[in-house]
């Protein structure tokens, strides 16, 4: 049977994946409220341009350090434990880390409570490994983009509202982050049903837990080969992407936190098109292997574009433009979790948000650096267009490499 007549024959995603969805949406939620201001809170402590995103790369990256330390090990927790209550911890972990951030008094105390922060981060692993285990093999792709369209709501709501609050207070969007993160925990803790049934579970061993074992053992899956490579690079480039998106458009087009989680908001819509609506039909149509093509060749294009404009009206235009490029994470995803057996789908959900997470790291420094150094040329001048121009590149790299493996 082909990809497509699998597809076509994939089972309804079952009723209680809903749960984890609306507990997922909430998650991320709290996280789009903060990050149009995020940057501001930053600048309050420091004044120049160049410090700013020197700062807040750091800021950034240390939390991508320790999620890379202990995803892994929370997703091999949910393996052990079960995703409930694994999940749960993470999400009280986050809320208060939102609430620590309005207490801080230095850029030091918040680099420490970002850090703590990453340490809970690997709950969308969980979730992701929750969701593997309540679908079939063949409804993988699509059942995963579910989690794809629960993001891409969380930042058609967070971006706008933390934006709207921003201007009002840089506290307030914290605030209300923390606020619904806790509600999350009530609620999951009497909706979210355990996802892995006793029998199904597998003893926990540090060894197997550390990131640089889970990442070994991804980079040996069977069929996967340079999906590894194409995943972190992938990773890279839409982490270059996110990091420096706020503060070049502060710089290049003078964007408010509003201007900002609007352009968000966009991205959540085009997001929540693809992967929400229209992701099983289109993966039914052109295949999983088409669709992680397709969708790296149309975001090198966008990232390219994203450097060269020159009016901020063209940003919104390229996010639409962009749509397709939503279906290459779940379509990849999909490859993975395919070649895994239960027992070890938290651990191998939570290798591949490890590898996000060293990704992140490494596109935040180098991303807010370029950003730093090009922050004292005129805004009409191409070069404030970097970042988004390594990306592209590093998208391309990307997309030669799964052109080569895919089509063999």
Known sequence: MTSSEQAGAAKPLPTNVR?????????????????????????????????????????????????????????????RYGRRPVLLICVFGLGLNFLLLTQVTSIYWMLVVRAIGGITAGNLSVANAYIADVSSPENRAKALGKIGAMFGLGFICGPVIGGMLGEAHIHYPFYLAAAVALANVVYGYFSLPESLPADHRKAFRISAANPFAGLRGLAHLRGVGALVWVYALTMFAQFTLQTTWVLSTELRFGWTPMQNGFSLFMVGVSSVLMQGVFLGSYIKRVGDANAVLIGLASSTVALTCYGLANQGWMMYVLILCNVLAFAAGPALQGFFSRAVDARSQGLAMGSLTALASIMSVFATLIGTSIVGQVSHFPKDSILLGAPFFLAATIQLMALTLALRHLKK
């Open 19 to 79: 749960f984890v969805l609306i507990t997922v949406f909430l998650d991320i939620l709290g996280i789009g409220l903060i990050i149009p201001v995020l940057p501001r809170l930053v600048a309050s402590y420091t004044l120049q341009a160049d410090s700013q995103a020197y700062w807040y790369g750091a800021i950034v990256a240390i939390y991508g350090v320790m999620q890379f330390i202990f995803a892994p090990m929370i997703g091999a927790l949910s393996d």
